[in-house]
């Protein structure tokens, strides 16, 4: 079964960045580059929501309207490991981010396959 592990969360000041990985492994049959790789992002009260996605086989990105030219998403394949880069961040991106895998390249919480344990990011105004 694939396995998700992120690391990177913290508190940090508006205007400020942090960057998130996203270590995946336990690949059967399917290739982490098979795979869709995303960030969800949840607020107590509110639907988990897709922040952003990458086909790390083809490298095609995804970006949520709300984070677009602040956060960049990358994937080094070698290592089997996605990063998001989040700059410019401001307190409404606090949240629980989820490092999210699937085969199908989806935005719907409820069609992701595997989920990490997710790591709190925390911004300060």
């Known amino acids: 079964e694939v396995q998700l592990v992120e690391s990177g969360g913290g508190l940090v000041q508006s205007g400020g960045s942090l960057r998130l990985s996203c270590a995946a492994s336990g690949f059967t049959g399917f290739t982490f580059e098979h795979y869709v790789i995303g960030w969800f992002r949840q607020v107590p009260g509110k639907e988990r929501e897709g922040v952003s996605l990458i086909s790390p086989g083809g490298g095609a990105t995804y970006y949520a309207n709300s984070v677009k030219g602040r956060f960049t998403i990358s994937s080094d394949n070698a290592k089997n490991t996605v990063y998001l880069q989040m700059d410019s961040l401001k307190p409404e991106d606090t949240a629980t981010y989820y490092c999210?895998?699937?085969?199908?390249?989806?935005?719907?919480?409820?069609?992701?396959?595997?989920w990490g344990q997710g790591t709190q990011v925390t911004v300060s105004s």
């Open positions: 999210a895998a699937g085969l199908e390249r989806t935005t719907r919480a409820d069609l992701v396959d595997y």
